[in-house]
């Protein structure tokens, strides 16, 4: 399902911001008790639920009712899981019905994205979505960016494009963030950089080393810093190529509260899954989609 990647790193990374990690990956389980949505799965579900809304009755998003939509759905959602974890100034904003973005570059913007990239109905669209996503509260360039360059991301996947191809596409539209490096340059626990500079070309880079969801969202929240969000991006691209296995899902869909449940159920039914249709050669390894499902429905 179409939004549950960020919803499943987010949930496995939410009791370890804080507290790092200390094994390897491959032990993290899932889900450890005391598990939670944080702020991520709330704001992803917003932005879910203003595309829900601004749907058209024969297809596709009406960009106008989006753009009014997603800043009253941001607010609503957050102040109804007021607990969430926000940052301060997202706070204050979410308390003010009148209150104008606040200029944010923060990895807020990318860590709610991904329901633009299933709702578009084009590469182009999918940015555009990202960016009026970003606009209520991360209307800095880098703020929309980093929205723009996690859906394009997302998008990516959808296509089935390979490892290199990837990388080629970034260098070409969103080197203005950071270079990707492989995860092995890192030393964990890496430090809490909030930037959407500092988290999206590590959300990308733990997404194409791995296979599939789970192993991309073990690695993510392994690294440390900002975990939730590094694993919920990442989780998000990685659902790209395949979906959240079964037994994970059921997991996500039980710690999740009613309303974001209805919600991204609701946003499956109105957006169901369809992957792209590039013809673009796709033999140069990377994600696969049959490889993907294989390995994560064995956890």
């Known amino acids: 399902m179409a939004v549950f990647g960020a919803l499943t790193g987010d949930i496995?990374?939410?009791?370890f911001e804080f507290h790092p990690w200390r094994?390897?990956?491959?032990?993290?389980n899932f889900f450890p008790a005391g598990s939670f949505p944080t702020d991520d799965s709330v704001l992803t579900c917003a932005v879910a639920q203003a595309?829900?809304?601004?749907?058209?009755?024969?297809?596709?998003v009406d960009h106008a009712r989006f753009a009014r939509t997603v800043e009253v759905r941001l607010r609503e959602f957050a102040r109804a899981h007021a607990g969430a974890g926000y940052g301060g100034r997202f706070i204050r904003w979410m308390l003010m019905d009148d209150a104008p973005a606040y200029g944010s570059l923060g990895n807020g913007s990318a860590m709610r994205v991904s329901p633009c990239a299933w709702a578009a109905q084009s590469f182009d669209e999918a940015l555009e979505l990202a960016r009026l996503s970003a606009m209520p509260t991360h209307n800095h360039p880098?703020?929309?960016?980093?929205?723009?360059?996690?859906?394009a991301a997302v998008w990516w996947f959808r296509d089935g494009r390979s490892a290199a191809e990837v990388r080629g596409l970034w260098a070409e539209?969103?080197?203005?963030?950071?270079?990707?490096?492989?995860?092995?340059?890192l030393a964990p626990p890496i430090?809490?950089?909030?930037?959407?500079?500092?988290?999206?070309?590590?959300?990308?880079?733990?997404?194409?080393?791995?296979d599939g969801v789970l192993e991309t969202v073990r690695r993510a929240v392994a690294l440390g810093g900002d975990c939730d969000t590094i694993a919920a991006i990442a989780?998000?691209?990685?659902?790209?190529?395949?979906?959240v296995p079964?037994?994970?899902?059921?997991r996500v869909l039980a710690l999740l509260p009613e309303d974001l449940r209805q919600t991204a159920l609701a946003f499956e039914a109105a957006f169901p899954r369809a992957y792209c249709t590039s013809e673009t050669a796709r033999n140069e390894g990377g994600p696969r989609r049959e490889d993907t499902r294989r390995k994560d429905t064995h956890g």
């Open 246 to 250: 079964d037994f994970v899902l059921s």
């Open 51 to 60: 595309l829900i809304d601004a749907k058209r009755p024969g297809g596709g």
């Open 191 to 210: 430090p809490n950089d909030v930037t959407c500079s500092g988290t999206v070309p590590i959300a990308l880079e733990a997404a194409l080393e791995s």
């Open 142 to 151: 880098e703020g929309v960016l980093g929205a723009q360059a996690a859906a």
């Open 23 to 28: 094994g390897g990956a491959d032990a993290l």
């Open 235 to 243: 989780g998000a691209v990685a659902e790209g190529a395949a979906p």
């Open 173 to 185: 539209r969103f080197a203005g963030l950071g270079t990707l490096a492989p995860l092995s340059t």
């Open 12 to 15: 496995l990374g939410s009791t």
